[in-house]
């Protein structure tokens, strides 16, 4: 790979600049390469199209490019640099943290995502949420249902606190038919991932609905090195079948590729599961001579599966089922989503950015479920069907400019953002073996609008930035209740302003410290606000964060953060229930440490941890345990890199025992799973294998403490109910790039 570096030279009465831009081999533009004037110490970072503008240069300067994952390079300034473009090309290398200078990293915090992303590839859409230091899912309900998520003492359930989106294309569902916030991100091919971003907590402007826990951001890859195929098998008749192939040769200008994915398995479970998934994504990128860039994304995801259900601790304790039985086998449910997805990145000028993209997303949803077997009705049981039929229509614009207040750097970043979802038949029904239906218990169609604007400013003193950030949200909730007699529109908006604050101190060239500041929210399910008559519709959040990015060798990195987290209402929503329940305000404060160490070329350390206290502010000690916060996460693993042909790791998580319910009298009981996988590359073929609960561990992967009762039963059992964690599980696949 390399890096063609152009400068040409333009003349202004107080300063010089050097522009450019910075691109691969494949001549595609190439994001937060660093560019250094060792003489007039001024630097500039390449935009996402490349381009970077330097200042306060002149003939005779050393200019420094470098990336992560590329030797450096230097470039002297002379006066036939000015009107001719240089090509400097910069040898690839295998990844070095030694490489990585935090002062000239943009995010550093953030950039770790992309040393995982190096070391450890993700492999399957399980893993791309892992990614995230600090962040722990949880699958129940036979692969097809998005994951659960906790983050930061929170149990997110599928995503009611934490922002999720790919390429500017927002995952959460707001009012979705299942709990609000629903995020189901097995649309995305993982070898499809280019890049994640993330930030914990609510201290950014650009970031709204959901975004107190945090966000995250998946980028796709605009190109492919190579084509590839490859097939999968595994235990539990687990099929995976993969194609990424580029649909136009390498260009400067364009290129366009297809991916596809099909996946099935039965699963450990005595009923099999019969889950398949097909995933099909085609993209398409534009560059113009200005480095403007268009790119269009089109892709579709079908999903359905059978499951087991959430299982009673008792009926496993007398022997009446196994850990992979269940009590109703009737579960399962189907998915599908369609998305069309528009990007514009235009350089409207030296120091100006325009980003937007428009997107569109078709969305359709059945699950049945069964938690409480036969507590409401004895005779038929508690099966339940959520249902709906989505619309999803939106835009975000951006637009940053830097320019100087004398010597002071202000980079400006204004944008505005609108999201508007169609619901059609959103549906709670009770229901019989998936087919008949007892009782309608929710049926009705609904609007959702939500418009946004921020604006924030980073005001760069040198070794200071000052990041003032403020933003506004208004929403318009819309339902009708097809249950009801006559035909009524309900409606209510509301509006919000969220001031951020936050502060960066590069105090060495390897240490940061960090102080975040900010207001955020969650939106409730728009029939829960109707129903209230607009009270509590976007409750508050306010939290605070003191953290430090710290190098204290070439090879270890350490980031850490202390961290508080305030709720001023916090609502549950039992989606499968219909009902809301109210917590009151709610209190959170911990500590996340992570560590990077590289023990030599090939071989990687990593470790992250997060403790936490989290309780209800509003009930007596003792009884104010929010039911199934963790309280202590710890992850990590060692990874070989390109080693002779050969990659890999050992990886590891733990979650600690945490409350189930309000007093502390039930408990989900802690796990600690480790995974494995070994590849080799030979010339064009790659043979892998991976083996998922290395030890064997017996594990729960998701538990609640939940009221039920079983046919023979006369009395209802509050315990615990929980899915099952995958047992030993191992799988071979083998890849040709072409």
């Known amino acids: 790979m390399t890096f063609i570096f152009v400068i040409t030279y333009t003349d202004f009465s107080f300063s010089q600049q050097y522009k450019g831009v910075v691109v691969n081999q494949n001549k595609q533009p190439l994001e937060a390469a660093y560019i250094y004037n060792l003489n007039s110490k001024s630097h500039a970072h390449s935009l996402e199209n490349g381009v970077f503008v330097l200042n306060q240069s002149s003939v005779g300067d050393s200019i420094k490019i470098g990336l992560l994952g590329f030797k450096n390079r230097f470039l002297v300034l002379s006066a036939s640099n000015f009107n001719t473009e240089q090509t400097i090309v910069l040898e690839e290398k295998s990844f070095q943290l030694s490489e990585l200078i935090i002062s000239e990293t943009l995010n550093p915090v953030s950039t770790i995502s992309r040393l995982d992303l190096e070391t450890t590839p993700v492999n399957s859409s399980q893993e791309i949420l892992r ?82 826990a945090g966000y995250v951001d998946f980028s796709t890859k605009d190109y492919l090195k190579e084509n590839e195929i490859g097939v999968s098998l595994g235990q539990f008749n687990t099929l995976r079948t993969l194609g990424l192939f580029n649909l136009l040769e390498h260009d400067a ?133 959520q249902q709906e039929d989505r619309h999803i229509f939106g835009l975000n614009t951006t637009l940053t400019n830097e320019v100087f207040l004398g010597d002071v ?43 946004g604007a921020f604006s924030s400013a980073q005001l760069d003193f040198g070794k200071l930035t000052i990041a003032p950030e403020l933003r506004i949200d208004y929403f318009k909730f819309m339902y ?80 850490s953060a202390l961290w508080y987290l305030f709720l001023e209402q ?88 945490r409350p189930a319910n309000e007093d502390n009298s039930i408990v989900a009981k802690g796990y600690f799973v480790s995974d494995f996988n070994v590849n080799y590359n030979y010339k064009k073929v790659t043979l892998s294998v991976a083996i998922e609960n290395l030890l064997d561990a017996e594990w729960n992967e998701t538990q609640f403490a939940t009221e039920s009762r079983l046919f023979n039963e006369t009395a209802p059992v509050e315990e615990i109910h929980f899915t099952p964690g995958t047992p030993f599980f191992m799988k071979a696949t083998v890849s040709y790039r072409f």
């Open 131 to 212: 990614k995230v230091p600090g962040l722990i899912i949880g699958q129940h309900a036979g692969g097809g249902k998005a994951e659960q998520i906790f983050l930061r003492g929170f149990d997110i359930d599928h995503g009611t606190d934490v922002a999720l989106s790919v390429d500017g294309m927002p995952v959460n569902m707001v009012s979705h038919a299942h709990g609000q916030g629903y995020s189901d991100l097995h649309f995305i091919i993982p070898e499809t991932i280019n890049k994640i971003d993330f930030g914990k907590g609510s201290y950014y402007a650009n970031r709204g609905d959901f975004a107190t």
């Open 253 to 385: 200008d364009k290129s366009a590729y297809l991916a596809a994915e099909y996946l099935a398995t039965d699963g450990p479970y005595e009923s099999p599961q019969n889950f398949n998934r097909l995933n099909l994504f085609g993209k398409y990128s534009s560059y113009s001579p200005n480095n403007d860039k268009v790119s269009i994304t089109l892709s579709h995801f079908t999903s359905r599966w059978d499951a087991s259900g959430q299982i009673p601790q008792r009926e496993v304790d007398n022997g009446n089922i196994s850990r992979f039985g269940a009590i109703d086998d009737t579960e399962g449910g189907n998915t599908q989503r369609s998305n069309l997805n528009v990007a514009f990145n235009k350089h409207v000028s030296d120091n100006t950015m325009l980003k937007t993209n428009a997107f569109y997303s078709h969305y359709g949803f059945e699950l049945y479920s069964n938690f409480t077997f036969f507590l409401e009705d004895p005779v038929n049981g508690d099966q339940i069907k």
């Open 409 to 451: 750097e202000l980079k400006m970043t204004s944008g505005m953002s609108l999201r508007h979802d169609i619901v059609n038949d959103i549906e709670l029904s009770h229901t019989l073996n998936r087919k008949t239906t007892l009782e309608s218990i929710q049926l009705g169609d609904l609007n959702q609008t939500n418009f």
């Open 480 to 559: 009708n209740d097809k249950l009801e007699e006559n035909y009524k529109t309900q409606a209510e908006t509301k509006t919000l302003l969220s001031p951020k604050l936050n502060f960066y101190y590069t105090a060495l060239s390897n240490l940061q410290v960090y102080v975040k500041s900010g207001l955020g929210f969650h939106s409730n399910d728009t029939r829960v606000v109707v129903s209230r008559m607009g009270k509590d519709i976007l409750p508050r959040s306010y939290g605070a964060d003191l953290g430090s990015v710290w190098k204290p060798t070439p090879k270890l990195i350490v980031n």
């Open 570 to 657: 916090e609502f549950v929503y039992v989606g499968d229930a219909g009902i809301v329940e109210p917590s009151g305000k709610t209190e959170r404060y911990g500590a996340d440490f992570g560590l990077r160490y590289q023990l030599t070329d090939y071989l990687f350390f990593d470790t992250d941890a997060t403790i936490t206290n989290a309780r209800s502010l509003e009930s007596p000690k003792g009884e104010n345990y929010i039911p199934l916060a963790p309280d202590f996460t710890w992850t990590g693993g060692l990874s070989v890199n390109k080693w002779k042909g050969f990659s890999g790791g050992l990886r590891f998580r733990y979650v600690d025992d």
